[in-house]
Protein backbone atom coordinates (compact mmCIF):
# COMPACT_ATOMS: atom_id res chain seq x y z
CA UNK A 1 0.00 0.00 0.00
CA UNK A 2 2.64 3.00 1.28
CA UNK A 3 4.93 1.09 -1.75
CA UNK A 4 2.30 1.84 -4.01
CA UNK A 5 1.33 5.80 -3.05
CA UNK A 6 5.16 6.19 -3.48
CA UNK A 7 5.60 5.04 -6.67
CA UNK A 8 2.78 7.42 -7.33
CA UNK A 9 4.34 10.28 -6.26
CA UNK A 10 7.75 9.31 -7.36
CA UNK A 11 6.04 9.32 -11.25
CA UNK A 12 4.61 13.01 -10.28
CA UNK A 13 8.67 14.33 -9.34
CA UNK A 14 10.85 15.13 -11.88
CA UNK A 15 14.51 15.32 -11.81
CA UNK A 16 16.20 18.98 -11.75
CA UNK A 17 19.95 20.23 -10.56
CA UNK A 18 19.92 23.33 -8.59
CA UNK A 19 21.95 26.37 -10.17
CA UNK A 20 23.55 27.00 -7.09
CA UNK A 21 25.14 23.97 -5.64
CA UNK A 22 24.27 21.60 -8.65
CA UNK A 23 23.07 19.38 -6.02
CA UNK A 24 20.78 16.32 -8.20
CA UNK A 25 17.27 15.88 -6.76
CA UNK A 26 13.95 15.34 -7.42
CA UNK A 27 11.01 17.77 -6.99
CA UNK A 28 7.23 17.34 -7.08
CA UNK A 29 4.79 18.37 -9.13
CA UNK A 30 3.89 22.05 -7.69
CA UNK A 31 0.58 23.00 -7.64
CA UNK A 32 -0.22 26.79 -7.82
CA UNK A 33 1.74 29.64 -5.75
CA UNK A 34 4.06 26.24 -4.17
CA UNK A 35 7.80 26.91 -4.47
CA UNK A 36 10.38 24.40 -4.30
CA UNK A 37 13.80 25.02 -2.56
CA UNK A 38 16.83 22.86 -2.96
CA UNK A 39 17.79 20.64 0.19
CA UNK A 40 21.05 21.14 0.21
CA UNK A 41 21.73 25.43 0.00
CA UNK A 42 18.78 26.40 0.08
CA UNK A 43 18.30 28.09 -3.60
CA UNK A 44 14.67 29.08 -4.81
CA UNK A 45 14.44 26.41 -7.82
CA UNK A 46 11.17 26.90 -9.02
CA UNK A 47 8.03 28.75 -8.63
CA UNK A 48 4.68 27.94 -10.08
CA UNK A 49 2.96 31.28 -10.10
CA UNK A 50 -0.25 29.98 -12.01
CA UNK A 51 -0.55 33.88 -13.36
CA UNK A 52 -2.32 34.15 -16.08
CA UNK A 53 -0.69 35.74 -19.46
CA UNK A 54 -3.40 38.52 -19.62
CA UNK A 55 -2.46 39.69 -16.13
CA UNK A 56 1.21 39.63 -16.91
CA UNK A 57 0.46 41.90 -20.13
CA UNK A 58 -1.75 44.46 -18.45
CA UNK A 59 0.83 45.12 -15.84
CA UNK A 60 3.55 45.26 -18.75
CA UNK A 61 0.89 47.33 -20.98
CA UNK A 62 1.05 49.66 -17.54
CA UNK A 63 4.57 49.81 -17.06
CA UNK A 64 5.04 50.61 -20.84
CA UNK A 65 2.84 53.83 -20.55
CA UNK A 66 3.76 55.09 -17.41
CA UNK A 67 7.30 54.52 -18.90
CA UNK A 68 6.58 57.07 -21.54
CA UNK A 69 5.34 59.38 -19.19
CA UNK A 70 7.78 59.60 -17.14
CA UNK A 71 10.45 59.94 -20.30
CA UNK A 72 8.34 62.99 -21.93
CA UNK A 73 7.43 64.92 -19.20
CA UNK A 74 9.03 67.31 -16.94
CA UNK A 75 11.27 65.79 -13.53
CA UNK A 76 12.38 68.70 -11.79
CA UNK A 77 12.01 72.10 -12.24
CA UNK A 78 14.29 74.67 -10.37
CA UNK A 79 13.76 78.30 -9.56
CA UNK A 80 16.39 80.75 -8.51
CA UNK A 81 16.05 84.47 -8.34
CA UNK A 82 13.53 84.25 -11.36
CA UNK A 83 15.35 81.81 -13.40
CA UNK A 84 13.92 78.49 -14.33
CA UNK A 85 15.65 75.02 -14.76
CA UNK A 86 13.44 72.48 -16.48
CA UNK A 87 15.50 68.76 -16.69
CA UNK A 88 13.89 65.58 -17.94
CA UNK A 89 15.34 61.88 -17.42
CA UNK A 90 17.20 62.02 -20.81
CA UNK A 91 18.43 65.70 -20.10
CA UNK A 92 20.92 64.43 -17.59
CA UNK A 93 22.61 61.78 -19.95
CA UNK A 94 22.75 64.91 -22.58
CA UNK A 95 24.47 66.94 -20.19
CA UNK A 96 27.10 64.16 -19.30
CA UNK A 97 27.78 63.81 -23.04
CA UNK A 98 28.08 67.87 -23.76
CA UNK A 99 30.52 67.91 -20.71
CA UNK A 100 32.90 64.97 -22.51
CA UNK A 101 31.62 62.02 -19.70
CA UNK A 102 30.32 59.79 -22.51
CA UNK A 103 31.47 56.74 -20.39
CA UNK A 104 28.70 57.45 -17.75
CA UNK A 105 26.37 59.29 -20.35
CA UNK A 106 26.48 55.52 -21.84
CA UNK A 107 25.93 54.24 -18.77
CA UNK A 108 23.11 56.33 -17.28
CA UNK A 109 21.50 55.77 -20.72
CA UNK A 110 21.42 52.12 -20.55
CA UNK A 111 20.35 51.65 -16.87
CA UNK A 112 17.83 54.12 -16.50
CA UNK A 113 16.12 54.42 -20.02
CA UNK A 114 17.23 51.54 -22.54
CA UNK A 115 17.26 48.45 -20.25
CA UNK A 116 13.79 49.14 -18.69
CA UNK A 117 12.07 49.83 -21.98
CA UNK A 118 13.83 46.80 -23.88
CA UNK A 119 12.87 45.00 -21.23
CA UNK A 120 9.00 45.86 -21.00
CA UNK A 121 8.83 45.30 -25.08
CA UNK A 122 10.95 42.28 -24.74
CA UNK A 123 7.87 40.61 -22.70
CA UNK A 124 5.15 42.10 -25.35
CA UNK A 125 7.07 39.99 -28.60
CA UNK A 126 6.94 36.86 -25.89
CA UNK A 127 3.55 37.38 -24.37
CA UNK A 128 1.21 38.75 -26.99
CA UNK A 129 1.69 35.67 -29.37
CA UNK A 130 1.68 33.17 -26.50
CA UNK A 131 -1.93 35.24 -25.56
CA UNK A 132 -3.13 34.23 -29.10
CA UNK A 133 -1.64 30.70 -28.87
CA UNK A 134 1.32 31.25 -31.49
CA UNK A 135 5.33 32.17 -31.50
CA UNK A 136 7.25 35.36 -33.16
CA UNK A 137 10.30 33.96 -34.38
CA UNK A 138 13.26 34.35 -32.26
CA UNK A 139 11.12 33.82 -29.12
CA UNK A 140 12.76 32.59 -26.71
CA UNK A 141 16.60 34.55 -27.80
CA UNK A 142 14.69 37.50 -26.81
CA UNK A 143 12.80 36.20 -23.39
CA UNK A 144 16.70 34.98 -22.60
CA UNK A 145 17.67 38.54 -23.52
CA UNK A 146 14.86 39.76 -21.37
CA UNK A 147 16.55 37.71 -18.93
CA UNK A 148 20.11 39.08 -19.21
CA UNK A 149 18.26 42.70 -18.99
CA UNK A 150 17.22 42.30 -15.63
CA UNK A 151 20.18 43.11 -13.56
CA UNK A 152 21.01 46.08 -15.97
CA UNK A 153 17.53 47.72 -15.26
CA UNK A 154 17.58 50.05 -12.27
CA UNK A 155 14.74 52.30 -12.01
CA UNK A 156 14.24 51.74 -8.34
CA UNK A 157 18.49 52.98 -8.02
CA UNK A 158 17.60 56.51 -10.46
CA UNK A 159 14.29 57.15 -8.40
CA UNK A 160 16.56 56.79 -4.81
CA UNK A 161 19.12 59.28 -6.64
CA UNK A 162 16.61 61.63 -7.80
CA UNK A 163 15.03 61.90 -3.44
CA UNK A 164 19.17 62.76 -2.75
CA UNK A 165 19.56 65.18 -5.72
CA UNK A 166 15.94 66.97 -4.16
CA UNK A 167 17.34 66.98 -0.59
CA UNK A 168 20.56 68.56 -1.54
CA UNK A 169 19.09 70.99 -3.76
CA UNK A 170 16.77 71.78 -1.17
CA UNK A 171 18.47 74.49 0.81
CA UNK A 172 19.91 75.85 -2.69
CA UNK A 173 17.13 77.11 -4.80
CA UNK A 174 12.93 75.64 -4.55
CA UNK A 175 12.70 72.64 -6.68
CA UNK A 176 9.55 71.73 -8.19
CA UNK A 177 8.97 67.97 -9.27
CA UNK A 178 6.83 67.33 -12.30
CA UNK A 179 4.77 64.60 -13.68
CA UNK A 180 7.44 62.47 -14.95
CA UNK A 181 8.67 62.16 -10.93
CA UNK A 182 5.52 60.57 -10.57
CA UNK A 183 4.94 58.70 -13.40
CA UNK A 184 8.81 57.16 -12.52
CA UNK A 185 7.41 56.58 -9.18
CA UNK A 186 4.40 54.65 -9.91
CA UNK A 187 6.41 52.43 -13.09
CA UNK A 188 8.87 50.69 -10.37
CA UNK A 189 5.93 49.10 -8.61
CA UNK A 190 4.02 48.06 -11.78
CA UNK A 191 7.32 46.96 -13.19
CA UNK A 192 8.67 45.07 -10.26
CA UNK A 193 5.31 43.37 -10.04
CA UNK A 194 5.35 42.52 -13.94
CA UNK A 195 8.57 40.76 -13.16
CA UNK A 196 7.23 39.22 -10.15
CA UNK A 197 4.18 37.64 -12.24
CA UNK A 198 6.32 35.81 -14.77
CA UNK A 199 6.61 32.23 -13.95
CA UNK A 200 9.94 31.58 -16.31
CA UNK A 201 9.50 27.57 -16.11
CA UNK A 202 5.86 27.89 -17.74
CA UNK A 203 7.01 30.45 -20.22
CA UNK A 204 10.43 28.28 -21.25
CA UNK A 205 7.49 25.39 -21.45
CA UNK A 206 5.76 27.12 -23.69
CA UNK A 207 8.22 28.61 -26.17
CA UNK A 208 9.46 24.58 -26.62
CA UNK A 209 8.42 23.38 -30.14
CA UNK A 210 5.70 21.28 -30.17
CA UNK A 211 6.27 19.15 -33.18
CA UNK B 1 29.03 9.75 8.73
CA UNK B 2 29.18 12.97 6.00
CA UNK B 3 25.57 12.60 3.82
CA UNK B 4 26.67 11.77 0.21
CA UNK B 5 25.13 13.94 -2.20
CA UNK B 6 24.29 13.21 -6.35
CA UNK B 7 25.28 16.22 -8.01
CA UNK B 8 24.51 16.94 -11.81
CA UNK B 9 28.08 17.16 -12.43
CA UNK B 10 28.80 13.32 -11.32
CA UNK B 11 25.52 11.81 -12.94
CA UNK B 12 26.27 13.37 -16.12
CA UNK B 13 23.75 16.21 -16.32
CA UNK B 14 23.54 19.35 -17.44
CA UNK B 15 21.70 22.80 -16.13
CA UNK B 16 20.56 24.83 -18.82
CA UNK B 17 21.22 28.43 -16.85
CA UNK B 18 18.78 30.02 -19.33
CA UNK B 19 16.11 28.03 -18.71
CA UNK B 20 16.80 25.35 -16.33
CA UNK B 21 16.36 22.23 -18.49
CA UNK B 22 17.77 19.22 -17.03
CA UNK B 23 19.79 17.19 -19.94
CA UNK B 24 21.85 13.77 -20.08
CA UNK B 25 25.65 14.62 -21.61
CA UNK B 26 26.04 11.93 -23.85
CA UNK B 27 29.59 11.73 -23.18
CA UNK B 28 32.16 14.81 -21.95
CA UNK B 29 32.04 16.38 -25.24
CA UNK B 30 32.15 20.13 -25.36
CA UNK B 31 29.86 22.27 -27.36
CA UNK B 32 26.44 20.78 -26.37
CA UNK B 33 23.61 23.18 -27.17
CA UNK B 34 20.37 22.65 -24.82
CA UNK B 35 17.40 20.92 -26.69
CA UNK B 36 14.94 23.51 -25.29
CA UNK B 37 16.77 27.21 -26.09
CA UNK B 38 20.34 26.49 -27.89
CA UNK B 39 22.37 27.45 -25.10
CA UNK B 40 25.54 26.01 -24.89
CA UNK B 41 25.73 23.93 -21.86
CA UNK B 42 28.24 23.92 -19.60
CA UNK B 43 28.51 21.71 -16.35
CA UNK B 44 30.29 24.78 -15.19
CA UNK B 45 30.57 28.49 -15.94
CA UNK B 46 33.70 28.62 -18.77
CA UNK B 47 37.12 29.93 -16.73
CA UNK B 48 34.84 31.22 -14.42
CA UNK B 49 37.84 31.64 -11.41
CA UNK B 50 40.16 32.90 -13.51
CA UNK B 51 37.45 35.69 -15.07
CA UNK B 52 36.38 36.43 -11.86
CA UNK B 53 39.93 37.32 -10.63
CA UNK B 54 40.69 39.19 -13.87
CA UNK B 55 37.16 41.49 -13.66
CA UNK B 56 37.61 41.56 -10.04
CA UNK B 57 41.10 43.19 -9.40
CA UNK B 58 40.64 45.46 -11.88
CA UNK B 59 38.22 46.72 -9.99
CA UNK B 60 40.50 46.94 -7.47
CA UNK B 61 42.45 49.24 -9.37
CA UNK B 62 39.80 51.52 -10.68
CA UNK B 63 38.64 51.91 -7.27
CA UNK B 64 41.29 54.04 -6.04
CA UNK B 65 40.98 56.62 -9.01
CA UNK B 66 37.17 55.97 -7.91
CA UNK B 67 38.42 57.38 -4.30
CA UNK B 68 40.96 59.79 -5.04
CA UNK B 69 39.71 61.89 -7.84
CA UNK B 70 36.48 63.75 -7.83
CA UNK B 71 33.33 62.71 -8.86
CA UNK B 72 31.71 66.43 -9.57
CA UNK B 73 32.62 70.16 -8.77
CA UNK B 74 30.25 72.65 -7.71
CA UNK B 75 31.20 76.09 -8.94
CA UNK B 76 29.41 78.80 -7.00
CA UNK B 77 29.57 82.18 -7.99
CA UNK B 78 33.09 81.48 -9.85
CA UNK B 79 33.87 79.55 -7.11
CA UNK B 80 34.76 75.58 -7.81
CA UNK B 81 34.89 72.90 -5.25
CA UNK B 82 35.52 69.79 -6.27
CA UNK B 83 34.13 66.37 -4.18
CA UNK B 84 35.69 63.35 -3.86
CA UNK B 85 32.87 60.35 -2.91
CA UNK B 86 34.25 60.63 1.10
CA UNK B 87 34.32 64.41 1.10
CA UNK B 88 30.58 64.36 -0.30
CA UNK B 89 29.57 61.90 2.33
CA UNK B 90 31.62 64.50 4.71
CA UNK B 91 29.60 67.48 3.52
CA UNK B 92 26.55 65.84 4.73
CA UNK B 93 27.45 64.87 7.59
CA UNK B 94 29.02 68.50 8.51
CA UNK B 95 25.14 70.09 7.14
CA UNK B 96 23.42 67.36 9.86
CA UNK B 97 21.97 65.71 6.83
CA UNK B 98 22.48 62.48 8.57
CA UNK B 99 20.05 60.03 7.07
CA UNK B 100 21.84 61.15 3.60
CA UNK B 101 24.98 60.81 4.85
CA UNK B 102 24.19 57.22 6.10
CA UNK B 103 22.33 56.37 2.79
CA UNK B 104 25.62 57.76 0.59
CA UNK B 105 28.16 55.92 2.71
CA UNK B 106 26.56 52.55 2.21
CA UNK B 107 25.62 52.73 -1.19
CA UNK B 108 29.31 54.28 -2.56
CA UNK B 109 31.55 53.17 0.28
CA UNK B 110 29.88 50.31 2.28
CA UNK B 111 28.39 48.12 -0.97
CA UNK B 112 31.44 48.36 -3.37
CA UNK B 113 34.48 47.55 -0.35
CA UNK B 114 32.12 44.64 0.94
CA UNK B 115 31.52 43.37 -2.87
CA UNK B 116 35.26 43.65 -3.65
CA UNK B 117 35.85 42.03 0.14
CA UNK B 118 33.56 39.23 -0.30
CA UNK B 119 34.68 38.05 -4.06
CA UNK B 120 37.84 38.05 -3.06
CA UNK B 121 37.30 35.78 0.10
CA UNK B 122 34.79 33.65 -2.42
CA UNK B 123 37.62 33.10 -5.21
CA UNK B 124 40.32 32.47 -2.18
CA UNK B 125 37.84 29.74 -0.32
CA UNK B 126 37.54 28.02 -4.04
CA UNK B 127 41.15 28.10 -4.71
CA UNK B 128 41.83 26.56 -1.08
CA UNK B 129 39.51 24.30 -1.72
CA UNK B 130 37.84 24.92 1.40
CA UNK B 131 34.67 22.87 2.88
CA UNK B 132 33.96 25.26 5.44
CA UNK B 133 30.50 26.40 5.71
CA UNK B 134 29.62 26.16 2.29
CA UNK B 135 25.99 27.27 2.74
CA UNK B 136 26.59 30.59 4.34
CA UNK B 137 29.18 31.15 1.20
CA UNK B 138 26.48 30.92 -1.02
CA UNK B 139 24.60 33.19 0.64
CA UNK B 140 27.38 35.64 0.77
CA UNK B 141 27.69 35.39 -3.15
CA UNK B 142 23.77 36.16 -3.62
CA UNK B 143 24.59 39.21 -1.54
CA UNK B 144 27.30 40.09 -3.77
CA UNK B 145 24.54 39.53 -6.53
CA UNK B 146 22.07 41.61 -5.49
CA UNK B 147 23.03 44.38 -3.95
CA UNK B 148 25.42 45.82 -6.46
CA UNK B 149 23.29 47.95 -8.31
CA UNK B 150 22.57 50.32 -5.32
CA UNK B 151 26.50 51.55 -6.08
CA UNK B 152 24.44 53.44 -8.58
CA UNK B 153 22.80 56.17 -6.61
CA UNK B 154 25.83 58.68 -6.63
CA UNK B 155 26.17 58.06 -10.30
CA UNK B 156 22.31 58.89 -11.07
CA UNK B 157 22.67 61.75 -8.72
CA UNK B 158 25.74 63.15 -10.84
CA UNK B 159 23.00 62.86 -13.27
CA UNK B 160 20.61 64.70 -12.56
CA UNK B 161 22.54 67.55 -10.73
CA UNK B 162 24.41 68.64 -13.27
CA UNK B 163 21.41 68.84 -16.05
CA UNK B 164 19.53 71.24 -13.28
CA UNK B 165 21.83 73.26 -12.01
CA UNK B 166 23.40 74.84 -15.34
CA UNK B 167 22.73 78.56 -13.63
CA UNK B 168 25.21 80.14 -16.11
CA UNK B 169 27.34 82.54 -13.53
CA UNK B 170 25.14 82.16 -10.13
CA UNK B 171 25.71 77.86 -10.27
CA UNK B 172 26.99 75.53 -12.42
CA UNK B 173 27.89 71.56 -11.88
CA UNK B 174 30.16 69.65 -13.47
CA UNK B 175 31.05 65.77 -13.48
CA UNK B 176 34.51 64.59 -12.32
CA UNK B 177 36.59 62.06 -13.80
CA UNK B 178 36.39 59.70 -10.06
CA UNK B 179 32.43 59.30 -11.61
CA UNK B 180 33.85 57.60 -14.57
CA UNK B 181 35.95 55.54 -12.37
CA UNK B 182 33.51 54.63 -9.90
CA UNK B 183 30.92 53.27 -12.44
CA UNK B 184 33.76 51.37 -14.13
CA UNK B 185 33.94 49.90 -10.30
CA UNK B 186 30.22 49.02 -10.45
CA UNK B 187 29.51 47.63 -13.61
CA UNK B 188 33.04 45.54 -13.57
CA UNK B 189 31.94 44.00 -9.79
CA UNK B 190 28.69 43.09 -11.68
CA UNK B 191 30.38 41.40 -14.73
CA UNK B 192 32.87 39.89 -11.72
CA UNK B 193 30.02 38.81 -9.56
CA UNK B 194 28.15 37.22 -12.78
CA UNK B 195 31.03 35.26 -13.82
CA UNK B 196 31.50 33.61 -10.11
CA UNK B 197 30.00 29.91 -10.36
CA UNK B 198 28.61 29.34 -6.99
CA UNK B 199 28.64 25.42 -7.43
CA UNK B 200 32.78 25.89 -7.23
CA UNK B 201 32.03 25.95 -3.49
CA UNK B 202 30.29 23.12 -3.42
CA UNK B 203 32.94 21.20 -5.69
CA UNK B 204 35.41 21.29 -2.90
CA UNK B 205 32.52 18.94 -0.66
CA UNK B 206 32.56 16.50 -3.54
CA UNK B 207 36.19 15.69 -3.74
CA UNK B 208 36.25 15.22 -0.03
CA UNK B 209 34.14 11.91 -0.54
CA UNK B 210 37.07 10.41 -3.16
ZN1 LIG C 1 21.46 24.06 -4.01
ZN1 LIG D 1 18.08 25.94 -22.26
ZN1 LIG E 1 31.77 23.88 -20.72
Not at chain 2, 31 to 47: A, D, E, V, Y
Not at chain 2, 58 to 73: D, E, F, Q, S, V
Not at chain 2, 144 to 163: K, N, Q
Request: proline share 4%; hydrophobic share 50%.
Amino acid sequence: MSQMIKAQAESRTHLTACHDCDLLFHIPHLKKGEQAHCPRCGALVMERKGNSLDYSLALALTSLILFVMANFNVLLRMNVGGRTQEENIISGVNELFVQGYWEIAVLVFIVSILAPLLKILCLFYVLIPLRLNTRFPYAKEVFSFYETLSPWSMTEVYMLGILVALVKLADLATINVGIALYSFAALIPFMAATDASLDDHEIWESLEPTD
Amino acid sequence: MKKLYNTAAHKGYLLCHTCHLLSKAATHVHSIHCPRCGTRLHSRKPNSLSRTWALTLTAYILYIPANLLPIMTVTMSGKGEPDTIFSGVKELVLGGMWPLALLIFFASITVPVLKLLILTYLLLSVQFKSSWRPKERTILYRITETVGRWSMIDIFVIAILVALVKLGALATIEAGAGAVAFGGVVVITMFAAMSFDPRLIWDALENDHE
